[in-house]
């Protein structure tokens, strides 16, 4: 193999595959980069066995053929290296020379037949999405998936469509968040689909969103779920495993509202936590007519109190929730107010926007 390839495109390809490849495990060659060149093209293949990617670049293939290399140390040289053409070619023994401007490099490699193959997956897309709706709707729920592995159906978002739109749901079971948003469907008429996205799969695409006009397709075939777009493709194994009814816990008639400044109340509140248990998190939020109190009392650390406006006429409620969680929908939301509809200090707290009655996310309460 020998290819000639620019600078810049090739430190694009090796640095999306970065965060799937295992720099340590059990099979070696999981470490490395599967690079393939034929025609006009070369392309880049990682996975971790569980999810792949695969990445098309142009380039000026002068002898056919694949390698593996090292990925961190394929990317660590690369990055370093001038805006100048690199000359990559394969020795005997699985060596390869790469050649930039005056820097040149012997780096080994692994036989690219040990490289497992990628998984099959269909390209004829389910769905259709605009890439900057697709990010928005990940950033927006991927906060709530848990971090637990032994509760598998939650360590993913459930993506239902239903007609022209999509619902992407969140949950670790203390908080919920669900967005939907409009989306081509290529499923026939009155059928809707189903499917858990693993985490790792979503964290790795939402890197390839930042191109937002981009469109990205999503199929599905047997065990495999897909996401194509234009160049590049992440495979990922399908979550085995049933969410919970999620419909069931939105509440529908928490009628108190408070709508505070998103942005008061965001730092106000990371004031307030600095003093919340460090377990729990938790902040009492004491709401009356016009005012919002928030308090940390945590005997060991000390106790915190901060007064802020917000627009609210209802009887006086307080409600103890976990800082962090309430502090992560203030980060992805958009707008200048933020509403929480309650009910009482027992029951869930709605968060809402007002301009936006397609995004809902939910905090349980804490014993006060």
Known sequence: MEVRISRDVLLNGVHKVQGIVEPKG???????????????????????????????????????????????KLFDIVRELPDEEIHLKKEENNWITLK??????????LPPEDFPPMPEYSDKPLLEFDGKILKEMIRKT???????????????LLLESEGDSVNLVGTDGHRLAMITRPVKSNVAKGESLSFLLPKKALSE????????????????????????????????RKIDGKFPNYRQ?????????????????????KRV???????????????????????????????????????????????GLNAKYVLDILNVIEGDLVT??????NHSCLFTVADDDQYKTIVMPMRL
């Open 340 to 345: 929480l509809n309650l009910k009482d200090q």
């Open 142 to 156: 991927f906060f709530s998936v848990s971090p637990d592995e032994t509760r598998q159906a939650l360590n993913g």
């Open 205 to 236: 695409l939402l890197k390839l969103t930042e191109d937002e006009d981009a469109t990205f397709g999503f199929s599905s075939q047997e065990n495999h779920l897909a996401f194509i777009c234009a160049n590049q493709v992440i495979v990922s």
């Open 100 to 109: 930039c401007g005056k820097s040149k490099f012997r780096l080994p490699g």
């Open 273 to 319: 936590a600095l003093l919340a248990d460090e377990k729990s998190k938790m902040v009492r939020f004491e709401i009356r007519k016009g005012n919002l109190t928030l308090v940390s009392d945590n005997t060991d650390l000390g106790a915190a109190v901060e007064e802020m406006s917000l627009e609210y006429e209802g009887e006086e409620v307080s409600i």
């Open 26 to 72: 059990a099979m070696p060659v999981l470490s490395h980069l599967h690079l393939s060149a034929e025609k006009d093209t070369i392309s880049i293949r990682a996975t971790n066995l569980e999810i792949g990617t695969l990445g098309h670049y142009a380039a000026n293939v002068i002898a056919p053929g694949a390698v593996t290399l090292n990925a961190r």
């Open 249 to 269: 816990v939105i509440p529908a008639d928490n009628n108190l509202k408070a709508k505070a400044n998103k942005n008061d109340l965001t730092h106000a509140l």
